[in-house]
C-alpha cells in the first residue's frame, strides 16, 4: 500500500510541474531548459523526446463514441495553494473523486497553465487548468478544464487573492468552495490516451478534456502570468495514430 500511495504523490507531483527526483536535471520552459531540450537533459527524461502517446495534443479528427457518463464526487475541500516554480497548484484534501472506466480516482490537486497546453482544432486558450487525480495502484486521470476571457472568475479571484509570488511559496485557503465548483455544470468530454506534460512525460495518463469552458478575466489571466514570468505551456505534441474520442 505504501509503494500504491508513494505512486499517486509522485504521479499528481510531477504533471503538476514539481521536480521529478532529487539528483535529476532541473528543467523549465525558458532557454536551455525548455520543452524541446527535456529529452537531452537527463536520461530520466528520455520519453519527452520519444514517446508516442505524449501530451498535450490537438484535439481534432475527432471519432464519435458512446462515452460513458462520469461521476463526479465533491465532498473534499481546498488545503493550500502553492507557487513551485513551474505552475500555481491548489493541494485538496481527499474526499473528490471521480468514476471511470469502473475505478474511482481521487482528486489530489489541480494547477494551471497559460496559455492552455491542450487546444481544440488549433484553438488555444487564454488558461487551462488540470485536476489530477489518481487511483488506488497510482493510475492517472487528469481533466482539463480550458478558460475563455470574459467576466470575472469568482473562485479564480479567491484563489489568486492567495497566490504566492515567489517559488517555494504557500498559502493556507479557506475552503469557501469544493474542488469542482470550478468545473461548468455540463461535463461532457473529449477523451485521448496520454502522457505527463512535465518531465519525465510518464506515459499511461487518461486525459479527459471538457467541451465547456469557463470564464477568466484578462486582468486574472495577466496577473497569473505575471507571477510565473513566461507562459508555461508544453507546446502540442504529435498525435500519431491515437484516437480522440467525443
Known amino acids: ?20 527526483a532529487a539528483g535529476h536535471a532541473h528543467w523549465g520552459y525558458t532557454g536551455n531548459e525548455a520543452p524541446e531540450h527535456w529529452g537531452a537533459l537527463d536520461p530520466a527524461y528520455e520519453m519527452c523526446a520519444k514517446g508516442r502517446n505524449q ?13 460513458e457518463p ?3 464526487t465533491d465532498n473534499g475541500k481546498w488545503n493550500n495553494i502553492v507557487n513551485n516554480g513551474h505552475s500555481i497548484q491548489i ?7 471521480i468514476t471511470l472506466d469502473g475505478r474511482t480516482f481521487t482528486l489530489l490537486q489541480f494547477h494551471f497553465h497559460t496559455p492552455s497546453e ?8 487564454p488558461m487551462e487548468a488540470h485536476f489530477v487525480h489518481a487511483d488506488e495502484d497510482g493510475n492517472l486521470t487528469v481533466v482539463a478544464l480550458m478558460f475563455e476571457e470574459g467576466e470575472k472568475n469568482e473562485i479564480i479571484e479567491k484563489l489568486w487573492a492567495k497566490m504566492p509570488e515567489k517559488a517555494g511559496e504557500s498559502a493556507s485557503l479557506e475552503p469557501e468552495f469544493k474542488p469542482y465548483d470550478l468545473l461548468p455544470e455540463d461535463r461532457d468530454y473529449y477523451r485521448f490516451n496520454g502522457s ?14 471538457l467541451k465547456k469552458y469557463a470564464t477568466v478575466s484578462k486582468e486574472q489571466v495577466e496577473k497569473f502570468a505575471h507571477v ?7 507546446p502540442v505534441q504529435p498525435t500519431y495514430a491515437r484516437p480522440i474520442l467525443k
Open 55 to 67: 501530451a498535450p495534443i490537438d484535439l481534432k479528427g475527432f471519432i464519435e463514441a458512446e462515452l
Open 91 to 97: 493541494n485538496c484534501d481527499k474526499g473528490s473523486t
Open 70 to 72: 462520469m461521476t463526479y
Open 118 to 125: 491542450n487546444t481544440i482544432e488549433g484553438k488555444y486558450f
Open 228 to 234: 510565473m514570468h513566461h507562459p508555461n505551456n508544453r
Open 196 to 209: 505527463l506534460t512535465t518531465p519525465p512525460c510518464t506515459e499511461g495518463v487518461r486525459w479527459i478534456v
Open 1 to 20: 500500500m505504501k509503494k500504491k500511495v508513494a505512486a499517486m504523490i509522485s504521479g499528481a507531483a510531477l504533471i503538476a510541474g514539481t521536480a521529478f
